[in-house]
T-cell receptor, first 116, second 117 residues
Framework: GNSVTQMEGPVTLSEEAFLTINCTYTATGYPSLFWYVQYPGEGLQLLLKATKADDKGSNKGFEATYRKETTSFHLEKGSVQVSDSAVYFCALEPNAGGTSYGKLTFGQGTILTVHP | KAGVTQTPRYLIKTRGQQVTLSCSPISGHRSVSWYQQTPGQGLQFLFEYFSETQRNKGNFPGRFSGRQFSNSRSEMNVSTLELGDSALYLC????????????????FGPGTRLTVL
């Protein structure tokens, strides 16, 4: 079946540090890949996405590149801010129709804390 | 454009009761998916509706059910509540019509926090 594995957290950084959160996946075919962010007490917000190999998704200084050869979609940001403190989820959508309709498979989430 | 809305935001119930949660999708979106989020199990898919039809279902007992109305609004119902049903229930909407691109993007609501005592 499909699965997503994220690096263990929590991750604690100082403001302006470089961020990497690793994400690898297992899926048949060519899934779409997503990063969502969840702030305390809120739902999930779409951060970025990529729908085919070598695509780079980017938003608010965050980037992730869809690497099919390594089945990875690592999230990076060059300089984090205190306001980036949240839980980050990597997810895939199989793009195969049928039993895939509407079903995102999520990683376990990575808690990021940024200190001033 | 207004986002996905969920009501109520918080609910407290006791074991054995039933509960109904509501989700209003983004205007123009015809697909609604539901997820359960718990600290132990993470985010788990419950079911997906498109044009009033359930197209997909996760591995949850029959106590969990849902429906979708002609205006795409959706409700989910949990009967005979158990302590383990305490969770954040999230709904997400999307266009739902994959067409030739075979890709879709889900947008989430703020969730309903259900506590079962």
């Amino acid at each position: 079946g499909n699965s997503v594995t994220q690096m263990e957290g929590p991750v604690t950084l100082s403001e302006e540090a470089f961020l990497t959160i690793n994400c690898t996946y297992t899926a048949t075919g060519y899934p779409s890949l997503f990063w969502y962010v969840q702030y305390p007490g809120e739902g999930l917000q779409l951060l970025l996405k990529a729908t085919k190999a070598d695509d780079k998704g980017s938003n608010k200084g965050f980037e992730a590149t869809y690497r099919k050869e390594t089945t990875s979609f690592h999230l990076e940001k060059g300089s984090v801010q205190v306001s980036d403190s949240a839980v980050y989820f990597c997810a895939l959508e199989p793009n195969a129709g049928g039993t895939s309709y509407g079903k995102l498979t999520f990683g376990q989430g990575t808690i990021l804390t940024v200190h001033p | 454009k207004a986002g996905v809305t969920q009501t109520p935001r918080y609910l407290i119930k006791t074991r054995g009761q039933q509960v109904t949660l509501s989700c209003s999708p983004i205007s123009g979106h015809r697909s609604v998916s539901w997820y359960q989020q718990t600290p132990g199990q993470g985010l788990q898919f419950l079911f997906e509706y498109f044009s009033e039809t359930q197209r997909n279902k996760g591995n949850f007992p029959g106590r969990f059910s849902g429906r979708q109305f002609s205006n795409s609004r959706s409700e989910m119902n949990v009967s005979t509540l158990e302590l383990g049903d305490s969770a954040l229930y999230l709904c997400a909407s999307s266009l739902g019509d994959w067409g030739l691109t075979f890709t879709d993007t889900q947008y989430f609501g703020p969730g309903t926090r259900l506590t079962v005592l």
